[in-house]
C-alpha cells in the first residue's frame, strides 16, 4: 500500500477532522490489556519488553494485539545493543589479509536496526512528536448535577 497509513478513526474524532470527510464506522478497536512476553525473546529483548511495557501501562496504549509488534521492537533493540557492542569492542572498521579495509558489518546493521527501531516506536508514541499524534481523549467526570437536570428533562419533571 503506497502513501502513508490512515489514521485511525479514534485520532480523527479526538484532533477533528478538518476535509469533514464521513468517518467510518464499526473500526475494530482492541480492548487494552497486557500481552503475554512471548518465550522465544532473547535476553536483551526480555529486559527491553519488561521496560516498554511498564511505559505502555503507565501511557494507557497497551492491548494485547501489540504482542507481535512489540516483539519485533524489542528484538529489533536486543540487535542494535549487539551491534553497537560489537563496533566498541572490535571498532568500526575492519582490515582483511590483503589489507583492504571497510567498515564493520556491525555499523551498518546497527543503522538498519535504528531506523526499524523508529519506525515501530512511532506506532506506540515513543516520541515526544508521535506522543503528539496519539493524544488520548480527555476523561471527563461525571457531573451528578448535570445527570440529575437530563434526568428531570426526561420526565417533564423540571421546575416543580
Same mark, same amino acid.
Given at each position: 500500500?503506497? #502513501?502513508?497509513?490512515?489514521?485511525? $478513526?479514534?485520532?480523527?474524532?479526538?484532533?477533528?477532522?478538518?476535509?469533514?470527510?464521513? @468517518?467510518?464506522r464499526?473500526?475494530? $478497536?482492541?480492548p487494552p490489556?497486557?500481552?503475554?512476553?512471548p518465550?522465544?525473546?532473547?535476553?536483551?529483548?526480555?529486559?527491553?519488553?519488561?521496560?516498554? &511495557?511498564?511505559?505502555?501501562?503507565?501511557?494507557?496504549l497497551l492491548?494485547? &494485539?501489540?504482542?507481535?509488534?512489540?516483539?519485533v521492537?524489542?528484538?529489533? &533493540?536486543?540487535?542494535?545493543?549487539?551491534?553497537v557492542r560489537?563496533?566498541?569492542q572490535?571498532?568500526?572498521?575492519?582490515e582483511t589479509?590483503?589489507g583492504?579495509?571497510?567498515?564493520r558489518?556491525?555499523?551498518?546493521?546497527? &543503522?538498519k536496526?535504528?531506523? @526499524?527501531?523508529?519506525?515501530?516506536?512511532?506506532? !506506540?508514541g !515513543?516520541?515526544?512528536?508521535d506522543?503528539?499524534?496519539?493524544?488520548?481523549?480527555q476523561?471527563?467526570?461525571?457531573?451528578? !448535577?448535570?445527570?440529575? @437536570?437530563?434526568?428531570?428533562?426526561?420526565? #417533564? $419533571?423540571?421546575?416543580?
Open positions: 500500500m503506497a #502513501g502513508r497509513p490512515p489514521k485511525p $478513526t479514534r485520532l480523527k474524532v479526538i484532533q477533528g477532522n478538518p476535509g469533514k470527510r464521513p @468517518l467510518p464499526g473500526e475494530p $478497536t482492541p490489556g497486557v500481552p503475554s512476553r518465550r522465544w525473546l532473547s535476553l536483551q529483548a526480555r529486559r527491553e519488553w519488561r521496560y516498554i &511495557v511498564e511505559q505502555l501501562q503507565a501511557m494507557d492491548a494485547k &494485539v501489540d504482542r507481535a509488534l512489540l516483539a521492537y524489542c528484538e529489533c &533493540v536486543a540487535e542494535y545493543v549487539a551491534c560489537d563496533v566498541q572490535n571498532g568500526r572498521y575492519y589479509d590483503k583492504y579495509q571497510g567498515p558489518p556491525a555499523l551498518s546493521h546497527s &543503522v536496526m535504528a531506523q @526499524l527501531i523508529m519506525q515501530l516506536s512511532a506506532r !506506540f !515513543f516520541s515526544p512528536s506522543r503528539a499524534k496519539l493524544a488520548a481523549p476523561i471527563h467526570e461525571a457531573d451528578p !448535577f448535570a445527570e440529575f @437536570l437530563a434526568k428531570a428533562r426526561k420526565t #417533564g $419533571t423540571e421546575g416543580d
